[in-house]
């Protein structure tokens, strides 16, 4: 809830996106082996490294880069629980720059998001996570720190199949 009403503490600063998202998603998979030591994932990442550097706030976009890639790790775990054999969680993060702008793809194989609340999941406090395992802030707070960066972030699905988050961020201010 702090993190919802602060404004501006963070300073734009010149910053590598490609290096940031693959420290967080490697962040973000380590720590669910330390919580499941036979937990598999296949991981794939794409950069497009003509990106180069560009100025937002680093630790805003690790806020925000922990959360989409937790959640994605989150779903494909929890597909894995009740799938059939032959089921490869996989997750998937890219970068390009197309542009003025970068897109950054988060993808999975988790479950997906039910149609009837894909439109709450920006919202505060909306978690489809059991008690105490999620407040329901994580992607609220992405999408603020996404606005205040000039960007926007947006979310495919497919029930049963896949999540797709997209942010889309100018290179320039």
């Known amino acids: 809830m702090l993190l919802h009403s602060r404004t501006g503490a963070g300073e734009k600063i010149l910053t590598d996106i490609n290096a940031i998202a693959d420290e967080c998603l490697k962040l973000s998979h380590r720590n669910m082996r330390a919580k499941d030591q036979s937990f ?16 937002f706030v680093p630790q805003d976009m690790v806020g925000v880069f922990v959360n989409l890639f937790n959640n994605a790790l989150y779903a494909v775990a929890e597909r894995k629980k009740n799938a059939a054999d032959g089921y490869m969680p996989f997750v998937s993060v890219s970068t390009v720059r197309s542009g003025d ?14 149609e009837k609340i894909v439109d709450k999941v920006f919202q505060p406090f909306f978690t489809t996570k ?34 797709e988050f997209t942010i889309q961020l100018p290179l320039k201010s």
């Open 130 to 163: 059991p008690t105490g395992q999620g407040t329901g802030l994580g992607l609220s707070l992405s999408y603020d720190i996404i606005k205040a960066h000039g960007g926007e972030i947006k979310v495919k699905t497919q029930v049963g199949e896949k999540s």
């Open 101 to 114: 702008m970068v897109f950054i793809k988060v993808q999975d194989n988790g479950s997906g998001i039910p």
């Open 40 to 55: 598999e994932v296949q991981i794939r990442t794409d950069f497009d490294q003509s990106i180069g550097k560009f100025e």
